[in-house]
């Protein structure tokens, strides 16, 4: 106490107030504890309060952040940080968490909410931000249902149906915004041999397409026989080199 307003004759106060003990958040009672003037005086002690608030907190520097991929939750994007008191700078030790950890995010760059608990909590209040944080698309490999299809000449090439390795949360082919398709540019008239199938087309936000590539093969047809017949009856003795044949042979897709 440094006021001595209202005393004569350089009259003092003497003694010391108090507190009720404790150094947490928290509101603590002030008393007159030993505080008094002489007989001269009656003193009238108003009671007080001391509050004790939580300290302020902020970053050092800023967060690190781990990126993830699409069908992972934001769990798995790792936050590295260092925080700090305001008003001294000393590093408080705590744990980053997002606030919406088990959300799984779409892809793409956006700004998430996080959380800062210190590990003091009775002392710090928890410290809130938001970061951006890149969300990649997850890979989708694309591949034919049916590996390395074949066919005759003068066929028409097999459906190229296609098969998915790599979609997420229970996700299908439904969700993309354009289905991928093969294409081959062998055609009934092409002759034998190999030919290359490719896949593209495909189009999607959260998902980057990976195509496999694979062939056709086309085989030689076997003619088809017609009428096939002896050209004159056969006697006992006659080698079978020495009996002709008449008939004729098709193409095997024609009538």
């Not at 009720?20 to 008393?31: F, H, K, L, M, R």
């Not at 001294?88 to 980053?96: H, L, Q």
């Not at 410290?127 to 490999?141: E, Q, Y």
């Amino acid at each position: 106490v440094t006021s001595t307003a209202g005393l004569v004759a350089g009259d003092r106060f003497h003694g010391a107030l108090s507190r009720a003990p404790g150094e947490d958040i928290g509101v603590y009672a002030i008393s007159q504890g030993s505080l008094a003037l002489s007989a001269n005086y009656a003193m009238v002690f108003n009671a007080a309060r001391f509050t004790i608030n939580e300290a302020g907190l902020e970053l050092a520097a800023p967060l690190a952040l781990g990126g993830i991929v699409y069908g992972q939750t934001l769990r798995r994007a790792t936050i590295v940080g260092e925080v700090r008191h305001f008003a001294t700078g000393e590093r408080v030790p705590g744990v980053f968490s997002w606030v919406q950890e088990d959300v799984a995010p779409p892809a793409g760059t956006r700004d998430y909410e996080w959380l800062f608990e210190p590990e003091a909590a009775d002392s710090y209040a928890p410290l809130h931000g938001s970061a951006t944080l890149a969300i990649a698309p997850a890979p989708l490999t694309v591949r034919l249902q049916t590996p390395s299809p074949e066919r005759s000449y003068g066929e028409a090439n097999p459906p190229l149906g296609l098969a998915y390795s790599g979609f997420v949360l229970g996700e299908d082919q439904a969700v993309l915004v354009r289905v991928p398709t093969a294409q081959c540019a062998a055609t009934v008239a092409s002759p034998a041999g190999v030919y290359p199938v490719t896949i593209s087309g495909g189009l999607s936000s959260n998902y980057t397409f990976v195509y496999e590539t694979d062939v056709l093969t086309v085989a030689p047809a076997l003619p088809r026989a017609q009428d096939i017949a002896a050209a004159a009856d056969a006697v006992y003795g006659m080698a079978l080199a020495d009996l002709g044949l008449t008939g004729s042979f098709a193409h095997p897709t024609e009538d």
